[in-house]
């Protein structure tokens, strides 16, 4: 039984010694190859050292177990000629065996001596025996001594990572089974308790500090939510009662009428004192119109609404100009709460919409300019109680239906453009009743009908325009030699019938008649040689027959005279010749008309037209 297992032993240790061999070389040339490695062989003399100490103990009867461990050697991984795993080795294995053979030898001598002379006995007890007894002793004070000196390498292992890393770092423990291991301090478990404590610690100082913060913002954010609720509520009372219609849009928190309510009652909590309710609603108004048009602006941050942008104002009046800026949206009902003087929004295409009818309110308003936009819808009929109106421009827009005829009760008009739209129907005999208007001009519509009789009402009349609306029929009424100062006389591209009244040559102050692309007939009454300021006269495209008058000679301002594409005959006359400002002259396109062109024309280089088979001209262009 005892030389089968040595022999096993013997197995175990020489397999171990070819394993070791097996390393010795790998490594050797991984040393060739990369140049050098970091992981240092030690020699297995611990394993020929453990072999002897087996042989020698092998006869031991009540040897019950044999530690023999036998440290498996971990192949080091390679890495670009580095050798990266450290072999281990069992040197502490071979010390502790060598230490105690060195303890057997004295103390087998000693413990001889001792049986000796206790029991009288010869010394000659069996070696066996004795050699049984030391080498168990010697076993045990080596393992302790073992596990002290593991001990310490722990320790040294753990404080040298703490000095490495500038914090603990706890190793691996594996020091169950050693005798006071309960007894030595965890620094893993002290440092990991201590990291804890400490974790907690800033995390009640954290939710202090922050929760105190969090806790201060949202008391006053709910402070000032509950503020400007309240001041909404009592600016939206403000609003209703002077606009009804206004109650169900101001409940929308997404329509513009909300969001200039919450701006104003911002700015009102703020400073309730200077925001009185007559300048809440006074701000709303504005901040309605920009926020419907997208306008924005960095004085809006004042709290003067009369150092905004495009706002000037006092504390009774405001005027509101935006000309040219790109704005965008359609007019609110809100404009009625404003006390406007002027309103001007003109050359910004983009606005849209219909004219609201809440602009009837505004009754200060003198100035209302929305031209060149793109408004469509009517005229409201309540245009007519802007009482101080002095100058309605609509020109350029898309604005349609009817001329109202509430538009007679603008007693202080002084000025009516709504041309170039498409306005449609007949001219209200009440316009004779704009007894101070100075210009009107509806050109380029849909305007049909005859012109009233009673725009000879309009003695303050300087200029009137119907021009291009292609649908205006009947006659020059003769009530137009009533309009004393009238200076632009402005009929073309119509349906205008009959002859021209005589009563035209009592426009004393007449410059500019265009009477052109008509339907005008009879002849060219003499009494036009009254119109010592004309300078431009048109009475091109029509059907007027006869001569052309002498008189015509006596207008010397005249600069253009176009008679041409009519059915004019008889000779030109002499008197042509006293235009000595003319710059053009037109006659061509009348087939019967005949004669000569005087020479002294020519010799101011006008522009001079006719036709050249019937007319002499030297100087003239054929057409």
């Not at 397999?15 to 490695?37: A, D, T, V, Y």
């Not at 010697?138 to 596990?147: F, L, R, V």
């Not at 790109?326 to 009625?336: D, Q």
């Not at 006869?546 to 594409?565: F, V």
């Amino acid at each position: 039984m005892h030389s089968k297992d040595l022999t096993s032993i013997n197995t175990k240790i020489h397999g171990e010694k070819g394993n070791s061999k097996c390393i010795n070389k790998s490594i050797e040339r991984s040393s060739h190859k990369n140049g050098r490695i970091k992981g240092i062989l030690k020699s297995n003399q611990d394993s020929k050292i453990m072999k002897e100490s087996f042989e020698d103990t092998i006869h031991l009867e009540n040897l019950t177990t044999i530690d023999t461990k036998i440290h498996r050697v971990e192949m080091p991984s390679y890495k670009g000629g580095r050798v990266k795993g450290i072999l281990k080795s069992s040197h502490r294995q071979t010390a502790a065996d060598n230490q105690d053979s060195k303890v057997l030898k004295d103390d087998d001598d000693g413990q001889n001596d001792h049986e000796t002379k206790s029991m009288g006995s010869s010394p000659s007890t069996h070696p066996v025996q004795g050699k049984k007894q030391h080498i168990i002793l010697q076993n045990n004070d080596a393992q302790s001594d073992y596990e002290n000196r593991r001990i310490r390498s722990l320790q040294s292992t753990q404080s040298l990572r703490i000095g490495r890393n500038k914090k603990a770092v706890a190793p691996y423990d594996d020091r169950k089974g050693i005798p006071g291991y309960k007894d030595i301090p965890s620094s893993k478990g002290d440092t990991k308790g201590n990291r804890k404590k400490k974790w907690l610690v800033l995390r009640v100082i954290i939710l202090i500090v922050f929760g105190s913060s969090f806790g201060a913002v949202f008391y006053f954010i709910g402070r000032d939510r509950h503020n400007i609720q309240k001041a909404m509520v009592e600016i939206r009372s403000l609003i209703v009662s002077k606009l009804p219609e206004s109650a169900d849009v101001l409940a929308e928190e997404t329509s513009p009428q909300y969001k200039a309510l919450m701006l104003v009652a911002e700015k009102r909590i703020e400073d309730p004192e200077f925001y009185t309710d007559k300048r809440s609603i006074r701000q709303y108004g504005l901040m309605t119109i920009f926020e419907s048009l997208m306008y924005e602006s960095d004085s809006f941050a004042s709290s003067n609404e009369c150092n905004w942008n495009g706002v000037s104002c006092d504390d009774e009046n405001i005027e509101l100009v935006l000309q040219n800026e790109v704005l965008i949206g359609t007019l609110p009902p809100e404009i009625a709460l404003l006390p406007l003087v002027r309103l001007d929004l003109s050359k910004n295409d983009q606005i849209f919409g219909s004219i609201p009818t809440e602009i009837g309110l505004l009754s200060q308003l003198q100035v209302l300019v929305l031209e060149e936009n793109n408004l469509s819808g009517s005229i409201p009929s309540e245009i007519g109680l802007l009482d101080n109106l002095e100058t309605l421009s609509l020109q350029w827009n898309e604005v349609e239906g009817f001329i109202c005829s509430e538009i007679g009760l603008l007693n202080l008009v002084k000025s009516i453009k709504i041309n170039n739209n498409r306005i449609s129907g007949t001219i209200p005999s009440e316009i004779g009743l704009l007894s101070h208007v100075e210009d009107i001009e509806i050109s380029s519509n849909l305007i049909m009908g005859s012109i009233p009789s009673e725009i000879g009402q309009l003695n303050k009349m300087r200029k009137l325009s119907l021009s291009n609306n292609y649908q205006i029929t009947g006659s020059i009424p003769s009530e137009v030699g009533r309009l004393s100062q009238v200076e632009n006389l402005s009929l073309y591209s119509n349906k205008l019938s009959e002859s021209i009244p005589s009563e035209i040559g009592l426009l004393k102050k007449m410059k500019e008649l265009h009477l052109n692309w008509n339907k005008i007939s009879g002849s060219i009454p003499t009494e036009i040689g009254l119109l010592n300021q004309i300078n431009y006269l048109s009475l091109r495209r029509n059907i007027i027959e006869g001569s052309i008058p002498s008189e015509i000679g006596l207008l010397n301002q005249l600069s253009n005279l176009d008679l041409s594409r009519n059915k004019l005959s008889g000779s030109i006359p002499l008197e042509i010749a006293f235009l000595d400002d003319i710059t053009e002259l037109k006659v061509h396109g009348n087939i019967k008309l005949f004669g000569s062109i005087p020479n002294d024309i020519c010799k101011i280089e006008a522009i001079i037209k006719a036709d050249q088979n019937k007319v002499d001209c030297e100087c003239c262009v054929c057409c």
